[in-house]
C-alpha cells in the first residue's frame, strides 16, 4: 500500500488558495504572497517526502527533500532581505 500523495497535494493546493485569497481580501502580504506559497510548497514536499518511496540521495535524505531544503532556504533569505531593506527604508525616513 501507498499514501495517496497526489491527493495529499491537491488538498494543500486547495487549502493554498483558499489561504491566498483570505489574504489577498486582507491585504497582507500585498509583494510576499508568492513567497509565502513557494515557502509553503518546500516545506509541504520535504515532509510529504518521507512517505513516498523514493532513494534516499545524501544524508539519508530524497533529492527532492535537498530541493525542497534549498527553495525554503532561498525564498526565506530573499523574503529576510527584502524585509531588511524595508526597514532600512522606513527608518532613513523617518
Known sequence: ??????AYESIFHLLM???LIVLTR????KTHRLQFY??????YR???EMIRPEPAY????TFYQ???LVLAAGVSAQWAAEAWA???VTHLGT
Open 17 to 19: 488558495a483558499a489561504a
Open 26 to 29: 486582507e491585504g497582507i502580504w
Open 46 to 48: 520535504f515532509a510529504t
Open 58 to 61: 545524501a544524508l539519508g535524505l
Open 66 to 68: 535537498w530541493a525542497s
Open 38 to 43: 513557494l515557502l509553503g510548497y518546500g516545506v
Open 86 to 88: 524595508e526597514r532600512r
Open 1 to 6: 500500500m501507498r499514501h495517496p500523495t497526489q
